[in-house]
């Protein structure tokens, strides 16, 4: 599913983000920028040490935050590592940590000059925050920020299931019908 905002493109495609092609990849990263399951370990796993070794001299990052390294032996040239607030009852600052990590992902998008940048759905695996409700923040972050800044041209969310596509092709139509 595509969604044309203001001269940019939001797609919707379920699948593996470590195949990606856009100029970056995003990795939903821990603090510590340590490397572990879910998408973060799968970047890291296709990517190649060189990931981890520029991590490690960054040292961490806090939530809400993000940071750019190579892509390794990705496609994508760079990954850009956000992390997401891990998920109490949405009453922590859930909503404007998840969504600050999405904006300093295009942030850095942007300063690099890159055209393209492919997300996970952030802080909804181990971090437990609920799809349906991360989904509209973070299609509500990307929208906003591609109406109020130029220079994107493709911004893609990479589902890895039926059931968390569908809960952000629900929440693109509600935002951008």
Do not use: W
Request: charged share 25%; hydrophobic share 40%.
């Amino acid at each position: 599913m595509d969604k044309k905002i203001d001269g940019a493109v939001i797609s919707l495609v379920r699948g593996d983000i470590t195949g990606e092609g856009t100029d970056a990849v995003v990795n939903a990263a821990n603090t510590r920028l340590a490397g572990g399951g879910g998408v973060d370990g799968a970047i890291h796993r296709a990517g190649g040490p060189a990931i981890m070794e520029e991590c490690r001299k960054i040292g961490g990052c806090p939530a809400g935050g993000a940071v750019i390294t190579t892509g390794g032996r990705l496609k994508a040239k760079y990954v850009i590592h956000a992390v997401g607030p891990i998920y109490k009852d949405g009453l922590h600052d859930e909503k404007e940590l998840l969504s600050s990590a999405y904006r300093a992902s295009l942030e850095l998008a942007l300063q690099k000059g890159l055209k393209s940048v492919s997300f996970p759905s952030i802080s909804t695996g181990a971090y437990g925050y609920p799809v349906g409700e991360a989904s509209e923040v973070a299609l509500k972050t990307v929208i906003d920020f591609l109406r109020s800044r130029k220079g994107l041209e493709a911004v893609r969310f990479v589902l890895f299931s039926d059931p968390d596509l569908e809960a952000y092709r629900k929440s693109l139509e509600k935002l951008a019908p």
